[in-house]
């Protein structure tokens, strides 16, 4: 209880006076700095206070630093993934103009092929391309984009670089239509190479061909190849058609079964060449008559 007149003594020791501490500090500070200009007294202080503040630093600087790690991630994930869309892209690309470029590598292929064999052929020929394939399942029939206009008639043999894929049977304005030689209605006359022997071929319409009309033991053997004969004035002879595959003899029957497959490509090739027709040979010259000039002058010389 405090009594009227007298103060309590203070409870903390205030020391002196804060404007006095003010200036103490002030002093010390502007000593040190001077003294660090001068002599770099506080190098290994600040050095040891910078050590022990680092992992305070780098803990105060860790939200911002995973921040920009994160986003440099997202960042890099987006560019990433662009960047495969767009290899991606130029990869079908370059595929699509590879396999085009192997397309049209193969095609000028054939058509050199083709050419050659219009060289070597006797006849006039130009070469067509196959449209499509005719909906008759149960034929082998294609559609060519020349008609009429461009001088293709019925009866036309149609080959590759190969050989005799088949022959035109109607011919239209602006397309004709050719059956192949595996169409089961379709024959020509054929020969083996090796031997001469005549026949005839026959399609068997699933792709394949047959040798028909040969005895049992007849000389036939598995890869015998057959070219045509020419009898027929419509196939020029000497043309590859097919090579025998697989020759069946039995005793019971009178003819063999002789299967073949085709040379060219029948139901595999785009461009055909469509030789034109075999050319009639010309008639041999009338014989000169001799005898009759001397006896009409003969016989004038007798009047006068």
Known sequence: MSVVGHQPPPFFNRGPAPLARLAFFVALSLLLLVLDLRFHTLELVRQGVALITYPMQRLAYAPEEAFGRWDNYLTSLAALEQENAELRQKQLTTARLLLRQEHLEQENQRLRALLDMKQRQP????????????????????????????????????????????????????????TLITDKDQAVPVQIVRNGLRS??????????????????????????LVTSGLDDVYLPGLPVAKVTRVDRDTTYAFARILCEPIAGVERHGQVLVLGPREAPPPPPPAVETQDKPDKGRKGKRKE
């Open 200 to 225: 005839v071929l026959f399609g068997t319409g699933d792709g394949n061909l047959e040798l028909r009309f040969l005895a049992a033991n007849a000389d036939v053997q598995a890869g015998d190849v």
């Open 123 to 178: 006849v006039t020929s130009q070469v067509a391309e196959i449209l499509y394939a005719a909906r008759d399942p149960f034929s082998r029939r294609v559609v060519l984009d020349k008609g009429t206009r461009q001088n293709i008639a019925a009866g036309q043999v149609v080959v590759d670089e190969l050989g005799v894929i088949g022959q035109v049977t109607r011919a239209f304005p602006m397309i004709s239509e050719a």
